[in-house]
């Protein structure tokens, strides 16, 4: 049973700490998105590789935001330093195009004090 | 602005009942749509998709209608159960290279046993 696996579920740190988040696409996917819930935005996209070129991180705060693919089976988004705005749930998603699906790993759920 | 949008947060319908969920986009380009449907502490799950080359695609309970001259989507559920509890959200991907999805705001669907 293939799935997307995300390490931590539960990430609570002080402000100006870093944190990183960690994703494993399913095997044989060659894109890879990063994407954030809050409840007032609904699912923005912050970031989006193809084989493990990033394509698009034009949604991401880029002096506080930062996400690669050190390998195939290995995404990271990173944040340096943190802040309380930050917290949200944040999800990796894998996919092979076409089509389009992708499939959704369980979310990383941040609380920035 | 909003590309996709679902107007209505929330829906209820009672079990046995259809229940209809709508989605509209502002954007020409799009021409590939996807539901996807979520639980609490669960990521996205997809659940079906049609491209702008149909009007309509059904996969058992599920069928979706899409009307490109009105620039709207709808998920029909036929009949709904209360399993069908979650938060469901329309997406959209345009013609091109990156195939990134854009997803509406969700609507949270109950239905009542």
């Known amino acids: 049973d293939a799935r997307v696996t995300q390490t931590p579920r539960h990430k609570v740190t002080e402000m100006g700490q870093e944190v990183t988040m960690r994703c494993q696409p399913i095997l044989g996917h060659n894109t890879v998105f990063w994407y954030r819930q809050t409840m007032m935005q609904g699912l923005e996209l912050l970031a989006y590789?193809?084989?493990?070129?990033?394509?698009?991180d034009s949604g991401m705060p880029k002096d506080r935001f930062s996400a690669e693919m050190p390998d195939a089976t290995l995404a990271t988004l990173k944040i340096q330093p943190s802040e309380p705005r930050d917290s949200a749930v944040y999800f990796c998603?894998?996919?092979?195009?076409?089509?389009?699906?992708?499939?959704f790993g369980p979310g990383t759920r941040l609380t920035v004090l | 602005d909003q590309q996709v949008k679902q107007n209505s947060p929330s829906l209820s319908v009672q079990e046995g009942r259809i229940s209809i969920l709508n989605c509209d986009y502002t954007?020409?380009?799009?021409?590939?749509f996807l539901w996807y449907k979520k639980y609490p502490a669960e990521g996205p799950t997809f659940l079906i998709s049609?491209?702008?080359?149909?009007d309509k695609n059904e996969d058992g309970r599920f069928t979706v209608f899409l009307n490109k001259s009105a620039k709207h989507l709808s998920l029909h559920i036929v009949p709904s159960q209360p399993g069908d509890s979650a938060v469901y959200f329309c997406?959209?991907?345009?013609?091109?290279?990156?195939?990134?999805?854009?997803f509406g705001s969700g609507t949270q669907l109950t239905v009542l046993p």
């Open positions: 590789f193809r084989n493990r070129a990033p394509l698009d």
């Open positions: 998603a894998s996919g092979s195009d076409p089509p389009n699906e992708q499939f």
């Open positions: 049609i491209s702008s080359i149909k």
């Open positions: 954007n020409s380009m799009f021409d590939y």
């Open positions: 997406a959209a991907s345009a013609v091109g290279p990156s195939r990134q999805l854009t």
